[in-house]
């Protein structure tokens, strides 16, 4: 069988990363399809030593596939991807459109990656916000370990999040800011260069914002709905690269030195904690890598089985492209998709 892939938003920045990555991962595609709206058709699309020409999605045939991985924004998702769907194709989607769906799997393969299986009740499988992907993956070995009862967090997440013309934004002040011109917010609520934003998304009734709202829930929905947690997000003037400060109250006690050696092991985690030695990672060590790293572990003094640590993560990449690959992954390795050469990374 040859696998065919479509990526849907193929000219946005997660449509380029999942080119990228498909191509450095040697995934088993043998026919790959850029797609997105009319307005970008016949733009070329980068993937490996090819280029690729977008194809109109209101003309595209998506019988042909077996996989679309789709990043076009929640409202494109809520029309396409039950029509891709119906057509034939699996849907891996990162948007928010179908996460709390209860019918469909929201999937970190690294945490969960056995509810890949239940993606038959609407052929969807749905990736999680940007900043719950990396969280969860380091909560995972904690909470099988010791069992988490509650996680206090707060991130600062890239401008990148919200799309190229955020990070255009970001450019565009900071450099007017050097020559005295008075900056423009479009895509923030406020300024964004050399300033902080303590909202990402649009406030609910009861003081959150979404964003804050889809931590909880999403952790709860891949971890364990047992968990409490509370988040306070907030925009930072960095173009890639999410940060959060977590503060984990656990079950049982664990020491530093022990949830060190669990995050060491774990599989989508890469612990670099030696704050003496000036080791411990920041937005800009971590773009274009794909793991989710973990700093600065410590008791938190508190609070009874209280742990903190530092997490940062490529928000392209794990947050959202890799994530959508590492899933059609999960399905070659549970046999859903069969492609003609069956290996893919461990």
Same mark, same amino acid.
């Given at each position: 069988?040859?696998?065919?892939?479509?990526?849907?938003?193929?000219?946005?920045?997660?449509?380029?990363?999942?080119?990228?990555?498909?191509?450095? @991962?040697?995934?088993?595609?043998?026919?790959?399809?850029?797609?997105?709206?009319?307005?970008?058709?016949?733009?070329?699309?980068?993937?490996?030593?090819?280029?690729?020409?977008?194809?109109?999605?209101?003309?595209?045939?998506?019988?042909?596939?077996?996989?679309?991985?789709?990043?076009?924004?929640?409202?494109?998702?809520?029309?396409?991807?039950?029509?891709?769907?119906?057509?034939?194709?699996?849907?891996?989607?990162?948007?928010?459109?179908?996460?709390?769906?209860?019918?469909?799997?929201?999937?970190?393969?690294?945490?969960?990656?056995?509810?890949?299986?239940?993606?038959?009740?609407?052929?969807?499988?749905?990736?999680?916000?940007?900043?719950?992907?990396?969280?969860?993956?380091?909560?995972?070995?904690?909470?099988?370990?010791?069992?988490?009862?509650?996680?206090?967090?707060?991130?600062?997440?890239?401008?990148?999040?919200?799309?190229?013309?955020?990070?255009?934004?970001?450019?565009?002040?900071?450099?007017?800011?050097?020559?005295?011109?008075?900056?423009?917010?479009?895509?923030?609520?406020?300024?964004?260069?050399?300033?902080?934003?303590?909202?990402?998304?649009?406030?609910?009734?009861?003081?959150?914002?979404?964003?804050?709202?889809?931590?909880?829930?999403?952790?709860?929905?891949?971890?364990?709905?047992?968990?409490?947690?509370?988040?306070?997000?907030?925009?930072?003037?960095?173009?890639?690269?999410?940060?959060?400060?977590?503060?984990?109250?656990?079950?049982?006690?664990?020491?530093?030195?022990?949830?060190?050696?669990?995050?060491?092991?774990?599989?989508?985690?890469?612990?670099?904690?030696?704050?003496?030695?000036?080791?411990?990672?920041?937005?800009?060590?971590?773009?274009?890598?794909?793991?989710?790293?973990?700093?600065?572990?410590?008791?938190?003094?508190?609070?009874?089985?209280?742990?903190?640590?530092?997490?940062?993560?490529?928000?392209? @990449?794990?947050?959202?492209?890799?994530?959508?690959?590492?899933?059609?992954?999960?399905?070659?390795?549970?046999?859903?998709?069969?492609?003609?050469?069956?290996?893919?990374?461990?």
């Amino acid at each position: 069988m040859a696998l065919r892939v479509g990526v849907v938003g193929a000219t946005g920045n997660v449509g380029r990363e999942l080119f990228s990555i498909m191509d450095e @991962r040697d995934f088993p595609a043998d026919e790959v399809f850029a797609i997105a709206s009319r307005r970008s058709i016949g733009r070329k699309c980068s993937y490996g030593d090819k280029t690729l020409t977008c194809h109109d999605i209101e003309q595209f045939d998506f019988s042909k596939l077996d996989v679309v991985l789709m990043s076009a924004g929640g409202s494109v998702s809520k029309e396409w991807a039950p029509r891709i769907a119906a057509a034939g194709a699996i849907v891996i989607d990162n948007s928010s459109a179908w996460r709390m769906d209860p019918d469909v799997p929201l999937v970190v393969p690294e945490v969960n990656g056995e509810t890949v299986l239940d993606y038959g009740k609407k052929n969807i499988i749905a990736n999680p916000n940007c900043s719950t992907a990396q969280l969860v993956v380091a909560l995972k070995p904690l909470h099988a370990a010791a069992g988490i009862k509650r996680v206090v967090v707060s991130t600062y997440q890239s401008v990148s999040g919200a799309g190229k013309a955020a990070m255009d934004e970001l450019w565009t002040q900071t450099k007017g800011l050097y020559v005295n011109d008075t900056p423009t917010a479009q895509e923030f609520s406020r300024q964004i260069a050399f300033n902080v934003i303590p909202q990402i998304d649009v406030f609910m009734e009861d003081g959150f914002t979404k964003e804050e709202w889809k931590m909880r829930v999403e952790t709860q929905k891949i971890v364990d709905p047992a968990i409490e947690l509370v988040a306070t997000c907030v925009r930072v003037p960095v173009f890639v690269g999410h940060s959060e400060a977590v503060s984990v109250e656990l079950e049982d006690q664990l020491s530093v030195e022990d949830a060190q050696e669990l995050f060491r092991n774990a599989d989508g985690v890469v612990l670099i904690d030696n704050p003496e030695e000036d080791q411990f990672v920041t937005p800009v060590e971590c773009a274009g890598e794909w793991a989710s790293y973990v700093s600065r572990v410590r008791r938190d003094p508190t609070t009874k089985n209280g742990l903190l640590f530092w997490n940062v993560s490529d928000n392209l @990449r794990k947050g959202a492209a890799l994530n959508a690959v590492q899933i059609a992954e999960e399905l070659i390795r549970r046999s859903v998709l069969k492609p003609a050469i069956a290996s893919v990374p461990a």
